[in-house]
Nanobody, 122 residues
Framework: QLQASGGGLVQAGGSLRLSCAAS????????IGWFRQAPGKEREFVAA???????TYAESVKGRFIVSRDNAKNTVYLQMDRLKPGDTAVYYC??????????????????WGQGTQVTVSS
């Protein structure tokens, strides 16, 4: 199982760090992706990290978000800086069992965490 945490309410320009903790099995050999879903919108790709630490980002977050992982702790992180109101969404982490770098489409992922709410006020 995957569990995302660390969300909250923050002012525009602020920072949050999300965590995605795995339990029950190790995901250290898998790519992990972060997605987000705002009300009335489709789930969208945010970032992904390969088992070795290679990262990809959506253009909308590039330069503001950093994804990292600690395989010893079976945890993936998403550091979010310079947050904008448009970043408001429920953030999910998920496992990509096939693609080394993590796909940008949600359908490629199987295990999903429950999500954590991020709200950025203006």
């Amino acid at each position: 199982q995957l569990q995302a945490s660390g969300g909250g309410l923050v002012q525009a320009g602020g920072s949050l760090r999300l965590s995605c903790a795995a339990s029950g099995r190790t995901f250290s050999n898998d790519a992990i992706g972060w997605f987000r879903q705002a009300p009335g919108k489709e789930r969208e790709f945010v970032a992904a990290i390969s088992w070795s630490g290679g990262a990809t980002y959506a253009e909308s977050v590039k330069g503001r978000f950093i994804v990292s992982r600690d395989n010893a702790k079976n945890t993936v992180y998403l550091q979010m800086d310079r947050l904008k109101p448009g970043d408001t969404a429920v953030y999910y982490c998920a496992r990509d069992p096939i693609h080394t770098w993590g796909a940008v489409v949600a359908a490629a992922y199987d295990y999903w965490g429950q999500g954590t709410q991020v709200t950025v006020s203006s």
